[in-house]
């Protein structure tokens, strides 16, 4: 039970929803165009984990993603939902949506002027780069982990949060992996954006096989293209980079 002096998670206690009746021809033509241009470059570019779940999930470019159909298909296979969020939420908020298998995600939709650059994630990213490894049984139980383990280590000692999040971030958004037939991309950060698809694997940036001592000496930056990503051999190594960080801060 807990104490009387035990700090509570945070939690957002109420969501808002999607209107989908707010969607113009204007923005279902750029989900068109978002997902069409997408979609014809990431065969061969992007995970078969991520294909498949664009698979399971449903996607198509003739419609904008309603989350009434999208939530009980993920519900029935995985047991996760989107929920809706104005915007990004605060670190220790958005692991606490995760330890309970919820996914906050916007509903706005860029501009056809915005295409290629955003201040701040909008639904393309969320739900288009995010939701299919949702539905990967194994994906969707590490970023559940993730969360649990970020908020449980983090209320009494907030200085682990940053490792927790440099675990998500060089992995649930920049994350690569090599796949026998190739090396690939499964990060939501890299699937929605046209411009850093190729160049992540392109010539230019570093890229370090995945260890989670690399990892945690990494601080990143925002708002704009990574300069260093971390390559996984198998995706096994996501739980057992996350049970070893929980192990290091137990000793
Ligand atoms: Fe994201």
């Not at 299919?132 to 969360?147: E, K, S, V, Y």
Request: aromatic share 12%; no cysteine; glycine share 6%.
């Amino acid at each position: 039970m807990m104490t009387a002096f035990a700090p509570a998670a945070p939690s957002v206690q109420h969501f808002l929803a999607q209107d989908y009746s707010h969607y113009t021809a204007a923005d279902q033509h750029v989900w068109q165009l978002l997902f069409d241009r997408q979609m014809a470059l990431l065969p061969g570019r992007a995970s078969d984990a991520f294909l498949d779940g664009i698979r399971r999930i449903g996607f198509t470019r003739e419609a904008i993603p309603d989350f009434r159909q999208v939530n009980p298909l993920l519900q029935q296979l995985t047991g996760w939902e989107l929920v809706v969020v104005p915007g990004i939420v605060d670190d220790m908020v958005f692991f606490g949506l995760l330890a309970e298998k919820k996914f906050p995600a916007t509903t706005w939709l860029r501009t056809l002027e915005q295409l290629d650059y955003l201040e701040e994630p909008d639904m393309f990213h969320d739900v288009f780069g995010h939701l299919p490894l949702l539905t990967d049984a194994g994906f969707a139980d590490f970023l559940q982990r993730l969360g649990e383990a970020a908020v449980h280590h983090s209320l009494r000692w907030p200085g682990n949060l940053e490792l927790f999040t440099r675990l998500y971030w060089f992995t649930a958004e920049f994350g690569l992996i090599q796949q026998p037939d190739g090396l690939r991309i499964y990060g939501a950060g890299l699937l929605s954006s046209h411009g850093e698809v190729r160049f992540s694997l392109g010539q230019e940036p570093v890229r370090l096989p995945f260890t989670l001592d690399g990892v945690l000496e990494t601080p990143f930056e925002k708002d704009k293209f990574q300069d260093l990503y971390f390559v996984l051999d198998h995706m096994e190594q996501l739980p057992e980079s996350l049970a070893q960080l929980q192990a290091r801060l137990l000793e």
